[in-house]
Each structure stands twice: as C-alpha cells, then as structure tokens.
C-alpha cells in the first residue's frame, strides 16, 4: 500500500517553501531500517523502499518540497538558510492523531543549497541514526532515524571519496526559531502570524482560541526547550551546533551533526572542529538557549503588542521564566539522577563542584553510586584523580538517601551512551564495509539501562591519554 501522507506545511505555509524533488541515484540501497518505528507509526513497511528513503523514486502520494528558514550560525545571521540538501515528503498522522513529518536529509541539491553539493555521506548519517535513536532510548525529546541509505555513488569529503548517503527521520514537525525569523526580518507580518498559528495548532492547539496565544506559546516553547537542554545536562550531551536553525519549536533535538556525549566532566568540552571559540561547549548549552530564545520572542515581537516597549517587556519576562525553569528542570534532572525525591540544589551544586579539574567520567559517577551508598565507594572513589572531596560530600548524600535510593540510582542512570570513541571507532569499519560494530553499539544504546554480560567495554570511558576526537558538521 503507498504510504498516506498529509501536506498541511505545504496547504498553510506557502513562501515558506519551494516544492522539490528528490535526485535520482545509481543504486539506491537500504542499509538500515527502523521497522519497530515504522510500525509505530502505522506505516507500511513494504512501503518504505530503497526508491522512496533516499527520494529517488517517490511514491505519487508524496509532494516533497524544501523548506526555507533563517538564522544564527555561531552568532552571525543568515537571511536565507533553507534544506540545502534536503526535501520533506508530507506528514503522516499515527493512531494517536499525532502528525509526523517525514523528511529526507542528503537528497540532493535544492535552491537553498547555496555553496553546498546537496549530499550527505555515510558516517555521519549513520552518526544522526546511533545518536537520535540513542536519546530517544534515553527519554529525551528529539527527531527520530526511519532508515539510513546509501546512494551507490561517492562523494568528496576531507577525507576523499565516501559512500554517499540519505538519512529517513522523523520529527514532531520541522518547525525552528529560523523559520519565525525568516518571516521577522522579511517584515512580512502576515506571514508571520500565519506561521505562528499553524505552530501553534500543531503543537499547542489548546491555546489555538486563546487571545493571548502568542505569547503562552513562547512560554510553552521556552519551556520545552528548558526541558530539553537539561536534559542533554544530565546526560553530557554536547549537541555542538546550537544555531536558531538547529532549535525547534516542538523542543525535540535536531540536525545531530557534530555532537557527541562527554566522557570525563568538564563544562569546557567542545568536540566539534568549527567551534573555536567553545561557544557551543557544553557548560555553554543553557545560555545559548536563551540566547535563541530570545531570537524567537524578538521575531514574534509584532504579535505579542501593537506597543513594541510593552511587547518587549512581556517576551523579557518569557526568558526570565525559561531561565527559573531550566534551573528547577536542572535540579529535577540530576535529583532523579541521585534517586531523591526531591533536589537539594546545595548537594546537587556541590557535586558539580566535586568533580571539576578531577578527569572524573560523567556516565560511570552515577554507576558507581548505588554501590557507594551501600558502603562500597571503592569503584567511585576510582573515578577521581584527587578524592579527597569526596567523603564529605557522600556523607552529605547518605544523610538524604534512604534503602530504595540505590535501586532509584541504577534505574534512572544509562550503562551504555554512545561514547564517541566507540562510535568514531564503528564508523570507520561502516566505511570501510564492516556494519558488525555500528549494529553491536546501537543494540547497546538502543537499551541504555539494561547491563549485558561481557559489554563492560561499551560502558568504559576512551582509555585514558587517548586524545579527544574532534566531530566533523554532517557535511
Ligand atoms: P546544518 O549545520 O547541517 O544544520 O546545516 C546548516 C545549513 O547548511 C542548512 O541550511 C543545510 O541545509 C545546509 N547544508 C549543510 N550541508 C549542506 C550540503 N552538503 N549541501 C547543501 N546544503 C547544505
Ligand atoms: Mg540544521
């Protein structure tokens, strides 16, 4: 049966578009398919061939088109970003009445692409399908991997000639701060509100009749994105390309390129080779988020007030909320993390400070609490170069734990994340041929709380001295 696909993007946002096919391939190839997400979604699996996840040979129900958008890069604004090399195909609505997009990402060149060839290669679309699928086992919002294709030609990158490639996602819908400022600076305020609307009836459709909707959505947008990016905080996550046009308004993670989850503690850590200034490190996450919120409100700014002080004033005060929020979501994050059932914002606070400049691995601390508080602190005071903070603050800890916390620790605590040496180093062999090691990692996290014997390997941080490996944008 071909699939069934909506088009209400293509109905409701006309100039925020351009309809667009897919590029014709040599030998378009499934080399993954995500069946239990495809089922998910009520979608035909047979359906899903080679010909349709990489656009080649699209299905007469698709009505693919290119998005356009704007923003921030590192700062610097773009007027006129867009899917270079990408094509949504329409959505589809699941038994819940939830409403998907299904998009394509490597699938030619478009008429954003600007400088760009349109093409995506292997690594890293398989990178975006470990890493997405990995956070979505982990319980944080974010677009999902339908398929990872290859096109049966090769593409030139730094490192000469690789596989080229095309990633199937799925995601709550495409919508990002850069699409609202794309509108904004055009000064097309009709436009706009016409965006705004359509937002708000796909992902707050309660505030849909609400006079005061504008700004209600950017409180509930501020405060997905709080959520989010905590989160990311409680995981040592290191999205590393945190522009406007990489932040959605549905609050999900999106355009995994360059990121990677950190190993030993420390706020500075940056993997990506673009980012020389750190200002996507991962202590920096928090404020570049309300630093693109605050993109957001100032583009909305004409809904918000026909007063533009007044205006101003009222989207002022949707940041100061984000920014109470993200700190509670914070605390909530790491007190569930510890097993309490409430944060202690000084021993949550204390603990950050306990592990600075002590090399101590992010992932493997939580692991070898429950044991601590059981009364071996062994493998935790293993995990520091310098312990002799940690006493004092266990002590702290005890003292708010009682007999299930341990059980609490090691249910809310991932085994295995994607640690980038691994995943760097499953790459390599997915290049050269070998999915062996890709498929063996992605068992791992797909199942991030559930140890398996003999995977000790897959829950160990990059042997010590090895040096950092630096994450290429998913160009
Ligand atoms: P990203 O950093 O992947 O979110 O991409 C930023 C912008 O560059 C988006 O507008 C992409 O569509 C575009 N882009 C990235 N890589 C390419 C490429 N190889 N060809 C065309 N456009 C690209
Ligand atoms: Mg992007």
């Not at 699996?45 to 129900?61: F, K, M, Q, S």
């Not at 390129?257 to 996507?280: E, K, L, N, W």
């Not at 006493?391 to 090691?410: F, G, I, K, M």
Request: glycine share 10%; hydrophobic share 45%; aromatic share 8%.
């Amino acid at each position: 049966m071909p699939l069934t696909l909506d088009h209400s993007y293509a109905r409701d946002l006309k100039g925020l578009y351009v309809p667009w096919q897919g590029q014709d391939w040599p030998d378009p190839q499934i080399v993954l398919r995500n069946d239990a997400l495809a089922r998910r979604l009520g979608l035909d699996v047979a359906a899903l061939d080679a010909g349709l996840l990489t656009g080649h040979a699209l299905p007469a129900t698709a009505r693919p088109l290119a998005m356009a958008y704007a923003g921030h890069q590192f700062g610097g604004f773009s007027p006129q970003l867009g899917d270079g090399r990408a094509i949504l195909l329409g959505e589809v609505v699941d038994s819940d009445g939830a409403r998907w997009d299904i998009h394509l990402k490597g699938s030619g060149r478009t008429p954003f692409a600007r400088g760009g060839d349109g093409r995506a290669v292997l690594g890293p679309v398989l990178r975006e399908y470990l890493i997405s699928e990995a956070m979505a086992a982990l319980g944080v919002p974010t677009t999902r991997a339908l398929a990872a294709c290859t096109t049966g030609d090769r593409v030139l990158r730094q490192n000469g000639l690789e596989p080229g490639a095309v990633l199937a996602r799925v995601a709550a819908s495409h919508l990002r701060v850069g699409t609202f400022q794309f509108f904004a600076t055009r000064g097309e305020g009709d436009k706009l509100r016409q965006l705004a609307d359509y937002a708000i009836a796909r992902h707050d459709p309660d505030l849909s009749d609400t006079p005061d909707r504008y700004i209600q959505f950017l409180h509930r947008v501020a405060a997905r994105q709080a959520q989010t990016v905590a989160q990311w905080m409680g995981l040592g996550f290191v999205h590393g390309v945190m522009n406007t046009d990489n932040t959605t308004i549905s609050g999900e993670t999106i355009d995994y390129g360059p990121c990677a989850f950190m190993d030993r503690y420390d706020p500075a850590t940056v993997f990506s080779s673009i980012d020389h200034q750190g200002r996507y490190a991962y202590g920096n996450q928090p404020a570049i988020i309300f630093w693109n919120l605050a993109r957001l409100c100032e583009s909305l700014l004409p809904l918000i007030d026909a007063d533009e002080d007044r205006a101003i004033a009222r989207a002022s005060d949707v940041i100061a909320q984000a920014q109470e929020e993200y700190r509670a979501a914070w605390l909530g994050v790491f007190a569930r993390k510890l097993g309490l059932a409430a944060p202690d914002a000084a021993l949550i606070d204390d603990m950050h400070q306990l592990w600075t400049g002590q090399g101590v691995d992010f992932t493997s601390f939580f692991r070898a609490l429950p044991d601590a508080l059981r009364g071996n602190a062994g493998s935790l005071r293993a995990l520091f170069d310098d312990d002799r903070g940690l006493d004092a603050w266990l002590a702290s800890y005890q003292a708010l734990s009682d007999a299930d916390t341990p059980d609490r620790v090691a249910a809310a605590n991932p085994v295995y994340i994607p640690r980038n040496h691994l995943v760097d180093a499953s790459l390599n062999a997915a290049n050269a041929g070998d999915m062996a090691p890709f498929l063996a990692l992605l068992a791992r996290v797909q199942a991030p709380f559930t140890p398996v014997a003999g995977a000790d390997d897959y829950a160990q941080p990059a042997p010590r001295g090895t040096p950092e490996l630096v994450t290429y944008c998913g160009t």
